[in-house]
């Protein structure tokens, strides 16, 4: 079955405790990137690659770092966690992000204690 | 930049009824766009993708139009039903990002 898959679901962790979200797609898809989801902010995006080794900053890239070494997995790091990135995470893969949908996984709730 | 918008915030129907659901976006130059519907504390489902050479997608009691020219795209839910109860949400691919409306939260009336 063709999917995203995200893990974990649920997290919850200490300020300044390195953690590391995974996102895998199955799909063979170029483009992958991160989301976060805030009750009055709504959608706004992390980080985003186009391909192996490139990826590029979004609207609110403070605080995260991403790799892309392989195709299928795209990683969110927090390097320091802290309560503001409390939130719920998306990853999405697309084809080339651009003339593709976009799939998403099941998402990770973070919380930052 | 892009903006997107989504009109109603919120929407409460009896079942049955049908309804459409609004988006709109500031810059016309965009590949495609895109309806998901989220329910409470869930993922993103996707609905429809609509490219920007095209007019309009069907998917079932579904039905999205796009009007690039005036910035609009419509979703248009037929004979609604109470697990039509979700929050839809419109996106636009523009410049290798998604950028979001808010969601309109729909509530069927059983």
């Known amino acids: 079955e063709a999917q995203v898959t995200q893990n974990p679901r649920y997290l919850i962790t200490v300020t300044g405790k390195k953690l590391t979200v995974t996102c895998s797609q199955n799909?063979?898809?170029?483009?992958m990137s991160w989301y976060r989801q805030d009750p009055g902010l709504g959608l706004r995006q992390i980080y985003y690659?186009?391909?192996?080794?490139?990826?590029d900053k979004g609207d609110v890239p403070e605080g995260y770092k991403v790799s892309r070494k392989e195709k299928r997995n795209f990683p969110l790091i927090l390097e320091s966690p802290s309560p503001n990135q409390t939130s719920l995470y998306f990853c999405?893969?697309?084809?080339?992000?651009?003339?593709?949908?976009?799939?998403f996984g099941s998402g990770t709730r973070l919380t930052v204690v | 930049k892009q903006e997107v918008t989504q009109i109603p915030a919120a929407l409460s129907v009896p079942e049955g009824e049908n309804l459409v659901l609004n988006c709109s976006f500031t810059?016309?130059?965009?590949?495609?766009l895109q309806w998901f519907r989220q329910d409470p504390g869930k993922g993103l489902t996707s609905l429809l993708l609509?490219?920007?050479s095209q007019r309009e997608q069907t998917s079932g009691r579904l039905n999205a139009s796009l009007d690039k020219s005036s910035g609009r795209s419509t979703l248009y839910i037929a004979a609604s039903q109470p697990g039509d109860s979700a929050t839809y949400l419109c996106?636009?691919?523009?410049?290798?990002?998604?950028?979001w409306g808010a969601g309109t939260k729909l509530i069927i009336k059983p």
């Open positions: 999405a893969s697309s084809l080339n992000g651009v003339n593709y949908g976009y799939t």
């Open positions: 799909m063979n898809h170029e483009y």
């Open positions: 690659s186009m391909n192996v080794e490139v990826t």
């Open positions: 810059d016309s130059a965009i590949y495609n």
């Open positions: 609509i490219q920007s």
């Open positions: 996106a636009v691919v523009s410049n290798y990002q998604l950028i």
